[in-house]
């Protein structure tokens, strides 16, 4: 992880200027074996099959194992990792190599902020961006240690990431600064970039 250090106030420990946290899930690979394997049978079929079966039959084959394979591959590699960003202003989630799916959450939105101490895949129904009436919304890649934000709307944010008790302390003190100074961020705009 890589911080950027500056002191809070007088008197306490110093925070992260920018805190950047991550979660990774190496099972996740498995599947994304799986997927190959149907990309490869349904290039298999397309290009060495006979097609005595009749053309569609073996369309809808070639097409279901492609379409399995690619669906397969985009949710284990868009979930095998999250990556976590706090800054002055915002609250960013990143999902997968590309950072789809993502969440931006302003500071400016979150009334509070607390650490979780185990969140797992089958309290939130599985892996991947979840929805949960009662719970609100979570990106699960792992099992472990989470931080939850409660918004001002009453909605609730929860995200699997390591070392989540320092996320928790870094978003408590940027939302009692924006609390405490009214400053320009807490009407939730994010500063221009390179400001």
Same mark, same amino acid.
């Given at each position: ?32 074996? %799986?997927?190959?394997? &149907? $990309? #490869?049978? @349904?290039?298999?079929?397309?290009? !060495? ?6 053309? /569609?039959?073996?369309?809808? %084959?070639?097409?279901? &194992? $492609? #379409?399995? @394979?690619?669906?397969?591959?985009? !949710? ?6 999250? /990556? ?11 999902? @997968? ?99």
């Amino acid at each position: 992880m890589r911080h950027h250090f500056r002191h809070e106030g007088r008197g306490s420990e110093p925070l992260p200027e920018v805190w950047t946290g991550r979660a990774t899930n190496r099972m996740q690979w498995l599947l994304a074996v %799986a997927g190959v394997a &149907c $990309l #490869a049978l @349904g290039i298999k079929l397309a290009v !060495g099959a006979t097609w005595t079966t009749g053309i /569609a039959a073996m369309l809808m %084959a070639v097409i279901g &194992c $492609l #379409a399995a @394979g690619l669906m397969i591959l985009y !949710g284990t590699l868009a979930f095998v990792h999250v /990556a976590v960003k706090i800054d002055s202003y915002a609250l960013d989630v990143r999902c @997968g190599h590309i950072g789809v799916p993502r969440r931006h959450i302003p500071l400016s939105h979150v009334e509070s902020a607390e650490f979780v101490h185990r969140v797992t895949p089958r309290q939130w129904g599985g892996w991947g961006c979840r929805w949960r009436p009662e719970k609100g919304t979570a990106v699960v890649v792992r099992r472990g240690e989470g931080l939850a934000v409660t918004l001002c709307d009453g909605g609730r944010f929860t995200v699997t990431v390591d070392d989540a008790a320092m996320a928790v302390r870094v978003i408590r003190a940027r939302i009692n600064h924006l609390k405490a100074t009214g400053t320009p961020g807490a009407t939730g705009a994010s500063p221009a970039p390179g400001a």
